[in-house]
Each structure stands twice: as C-alpha cells, then as structure tokens.
Nanobody, 126 residues
Framework: QVQLVESGGGSVQAGGSLRLSCAAS????????VAWFRQAPGTERELVAN????????????SYADSLRGRATISQDNAKRTVYLQMNSLNPEDTAMYYC???????????????WGQGTQVTVSA
C-alpha cells in the first residue's frame, strides 16, 4: 500500500522560508516521479515542482512551475525515501495546502498522479 506523508508546513511571515517533506512508502517501482502541488481556497490544484527519480541509476531530474521558479528547490534523500521542497522568499500568495503526489511518470496535471498525501498547510502573513 502506497503511503505519502507530508510535513513541514506552518505559518511564516513574508520573506520567510519553509522546507516541506514528503515521506513515501510502498511504491514498487525503482523509477518514479514525485510532485508537489498546492491548492488555495477557491482555486484549482496547481503544480509547484516535480522530480523524476531513478533509484537504479541514481539520477534525479527536477522541474519547476512558474509559480515558485527561482524560489523553490525540490530534492530527495533516496535512503529515507523522502522528497523535500525548500521554499524561500515566501509571500502571502503562496498560502495554500501543499500536497505531494507520486506516479510512475511525471505530469504537470494532478490527473497524472495516482497517489496523494493528506497535505500540509502553508500560511504566509504580510
């Protein structure tokens, strides 16, 4: 059974930073994609970043959406089976529930991902 657990959300002031974590278990493939999406109230869920991981070759290919490009870094710890999203220079428009998702291949659409975590709330105050 695939399980994704996000953590690291919280409340910060504008200009602050947060590091979100997504701990995964139960996924049977050695190559897969992990993505971070976010959803603010009344809006659609949007991609923040994704990373394609091949644990057999040790390669990782990150990709970023425009919303946090230049302010976010997605990375992984293969041993811990955890993907991180470091976010810097946060502003109130970044306030949202942040979700991690996993699939065999990467997509910019939420429909491309089969497995989802419960989300972690990020609130940025002015």
């Amino acid at each position: 059974q695939v399980q994704l657990v996000e953590s690291g959300g919280g409340s910060v002031q504008a200009g602050g930073s947060l590091r979100l974590s997504c701990a995964a278990s139960g996924f049977a493939y050695s190559a897969y994609c992990v993505a971070w999406f976010r959803q603010a109230p009344g809006t659609e869920r949007e991609l923040v970043a994704n990373i394609y991981l091949d644990t057999y070759t040790g390669t990782a290919n990150p990709s970023y959406a425009d919303s946090l490009r230049g302010r976010a870094t997605i990375s992984q710890d293969n041993a811990k089976r955890t993907v991180y999203l470091q976010m810097n220079s946060l502003n109130p428009e970044d306030t949202a529930m942040y979700y991690c998702a996993e699939a065999r291949g990467c997509s910019r659409l939420e429909t491309g991902f089969t497995y989802w975590g419960q989300g972690t709330q990020v609130t940025v105050s002015a």
